[in-house]
């Protein structure tokens, strides 16, 4: 197990494309669970590997169901428009609000580089674009629609 450093807004690494993954080897299958720990460190729903400087097409997310594992994930069907409140361990003591697809399914290869589907609605939708936008060189403040702050929120 080992937590990794998480690359903050501002590291050129964040803006760069992630390359897909051919061989899901042991360092790949290290790297996820590397990945895990420190998205469970930080109390994140997601993480993808630009974040923690791998500019490699890898995700996890776990938004409280257990967590999944995603290689080389790609967005084949999107639904709906909900805007709702973001944040990310990139873009530290910041939220804002983000237009995301209500319903999105995403495949992916698993670590046994199985294909899989996986389908979200709501929280789970709104990670998995998130997540895979880091792959694309996006964060979501691009996205960003109004900026909220912590007291608001709280009202
Ligand atoms: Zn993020």
Redesign the pocket.
């Given at each position: 197990m080992a937590i990794r450093q998480i690359r903050i807004d501002g590291d050129p690494i964040l803006r760069k494309k992630s390359r897909e993954v051919n061989e899901i080897n042991d360092r790949i299958k290290i790297l996820l669970e590397d990945m895990v720990d420190t998205m469970y460190e930080n109390d994140g729903v997601?993480?993808?590997a630009p974040?923690i400087g791998v500019l490699r097409q890898l995700v996890v997310i776990d938004i409280g169901d257990g967590v999944v594992k995603l290689i080389n994930p790609k967005i084949i069907e999107k639904e709906g428009e909900v805007i709702d409140v973001e944040g990310?361990?990139?873009?530290p003591n910041r939220a804002g609000t983000v237009k995301r697809p209500e319903r999105v399914k995403v495949k992916y290869l698993n670590e046994f580089g199985e294909e899989k589907t996986i389908e979200g609605t709501g929280l789970l939708a709104r990670a998995l674009c998130?997540?895979i936008?880091?792959l694309h060189g996006i964060?979501?403040i691009d996205k960003m629609i109004e900026e909220v702050f912590p007291e608001e929120e709280e009202e």
């Open positions: 997601g993480l993808a974040q990310c361990l990139s873009v998130h997540e936008d880091h964060l979501y």
